[in-house]
């Protein structure tokens, strides 16, 4: 059933809002996502919001107004809204008509299907949720089975991170884990773990790439520890051009994430 | 000489205040730079800050006495702060211990250096500053002589664009132009205009780049428009794997750079 909600006091709008902070998030275990588009991909990855909220111009969109039946068909909590309401919880003066809140995924690392893909993004310690995203909207891109997080890392599920995935928050499997429970992991099965380094001596174009190929990223300020770096089977180096010593974390991904899969052809 | 400056209302403060916003760069024509890093990055480019601005503690390292003595006998203006008032005008509750205001560059097409570099970036009505911070930097870890901005786009002098670019502010080449600007400026000497297009039938790994080669990344809501698409000489397609269509635009700026730079080796 569709409930009209108009005042900002409603339990459910507070709530919708509260996912804006990761303190809300942890207590409710869903996230928001913003924009039919997001929810569209939400849909075709056979996910569909918990609760959905949507002004009357947003539910005037067919894929909405498929998606808003879906939910209700799916017991999720319908609110048609004003768009102050919507405003209010995204936090932006100019609001998607619509949006949802989805349950997070777990985040336990043996979710992982390894044989799933070849290649899976391993991420340490980012620190700017927009890194996250653009790391999972690139993992989509390449055909990776996903990010792993390991250590204290930036929420993926935080709203920044949600927006600049573009929707391969739900393409791509997001786990999260400490580097010693990681690494037990890894070597129970198949798998090359690469990292990048400025001290390494293989070329990341010159360099041999193997299934399934784990690329370890390091966090935007340190990049990666010593002991992790002595942990990687294949060390490899971008060489840099410029007086730029270091490339943004979601590009090196990327760059090498292309390259693994360019070797591969 | 040295200023000691405490006072919120002083005038450097207010105008370093301004920096922030587009509307006092466009007055003072200067720009902000924080943290000793991007500062050093600056003076190694051959760049002081018309203004620098410091705390006690951020005097003390020796590159930022190296850098506030050679600001002062260029002439600069050089304030001594409290830590509050660098909190206000960096806009953050833990700001650098030191910042400094730096001329903007001319931005007109003609300063380009055409021979200078093999690689330029052209990026179209970029929305986000961070985007175009990243493609700077991005820019200086390949070698790209620098970044030509076209038709309406964010401020690469913003603080978030300078932030993300982690000092290549400095050492790219940063104009702007009118696409017909633009093309009329680029058929008057050699260049290999090349973009990224789903519609393309060459695959950006098998392309054939020619030097000079001006990368055309498209902004991040449309892509490009069919018209300047229909003005590249190549067009070249990154094969998506996943569900999404697209790249972040500083993501295929970087793979494609990447590449054409591979291709040269």
Redesign the interface.
């Known amino acids: 059933m569709v409930r009209q909600v108009t005042a900002f006091s409603n339990p459910t709008v507070k709530r919708l809002r509260s996912l804006r902070e990761k303190k809300g998030r942890r207590t409710e275990a869903l996230f928001l996502a913003e924009g039919l588009r997001i929810l569209v991909?939400a849909r075709?990855?056979g996910r569909l919001p918990e609760i959905i909220a949507f002004s009357p111009e947003g539910a005037r969109h067919p894929l909405a107004a498929e998606i808003i039946a879906a939910t209700e068909a799916a017991g999720g909590e319908v609110i048609e809204t004003t768009r102050d309401i919507l405003s209010k919880m995204s936090g932006k003066d100019n609001p998607q008509m619509v949006l949802g809140a989805y349950r997070e995924s777990d985040p336990a690392l043996t979710r992982i299907d390894r044989p799933k893909a070849d290649l899976w993004i391993v991420a340490q310690a980012l620190r700017d949720p927009?890194n996250i995203g653009?790391i999972l909207?690139?993992?989509?891109?390449?055909?990776a089975g996903g990010l792993i997080l390991i250590d204290e890392s930036a929420d993926p599920f935080s709203v920044e991170a949600v927006r600049?995935s573009?929707?391969?928050i739900f393409?791509q499997e997001v786990v999260a884990a400490r580097w010693p429970e990681f690494v037990a992991w890894l070597r129970r099965g198949d798998g090359q773990l690469v990292g990048t380094s400025l001290k390494a001596t293989h070329d990341y174009?010159e360099a041999e790439y193997r299934k399934p190929c784990f690329l370890l990223i390091g966090n935007e300020q340190q990049g990666l520890p010593a002991e992790y770096e002595a942990e990687c089977d294949l060390l490899v180096k971008?060489p840099?051009?410029?007086?730029?010593d270091?490339?943004?974390a979601?590009?090196a991904a990327?760059?090498m994430a292309?390259?693994v899969?360019?070797s591969w052809?």
Chains 1, 2 share one sequence.
Request: charged share 20%; proline share 0%; no cysteine.
């Open positions: 991909e075709d990855s927009g653009t909207r690139t993992g989509d891109a390449v055909g600049a573009m929707g391969a393409t174009l971008i840099m051009a410029g007086r730029a270091s490339l943004n979601a590009i990327a760059v292309f390259q899969r360019a052809r």
